[in-house]
């Protein structure tokens, strides 16, 4: 027979609710009442931009696209005839010296099998 396995004892979590402003302090006072303190993050939420400013440059589509086609294991020869979107485009793409623009990055998504917002 299998020995039984200890449970392991989870210290803390944190939770995060979406829903009617007016029942805010009601859901606050209902969870406090269970042991649970309320923690603020300051804006709540930030654009990834700002948290990573290192990676926000005018080279990150580019970057994007040549990891995408790298992950597919697809050289630019081949997504070119893919796409119908010539090899030198795309090393400029990639180089950051073209924009990918809307309709390539369409085009790109499909071929890549990613959501095209990526790219832009």
């Not at 606050?28 to 309320?38: C, D, M, P, R």
């Not at 994007?64 to 992950?71: D, Q, T, V, Y």
């Not at 070119?80 to 180089?95: C, D, K, L, V």
Request: overall charge positive.
């Amino acid at each position: 027979m299998p020995e039984p396995m200890r449970k392991r004892h989870i210290r803390n979590i944190e939770l995060r609710f979406s829903g009617p402003v007016k029942h805010k302090k009601k859901a606050v006072n209902a969870l406090k009442s269970l042991g649970f303190t309320e923690v603020s993050f300051p804006g709540d939420a930030i654009p990834w931009r700002a948290a990573f400013p290192e990676y926000a440059d005018e080279q990150l589509p580019g970057r994007i696209l040549a990891g995408a086609r790298g992950k597919e294991g697809i050289s630019q020869v081949k997504l070119a005839e893919m796409t119908g979107i010539p090899q030198r485009h795309i090393s400029e793409m990639e180089n950051g010296k073209r924009p990918i623009g809307k309709k390539n990055a369409k085009i790109f998504a499909k071929a890549l099998n990613t959501d095209y917002r990526i790219f832009l």
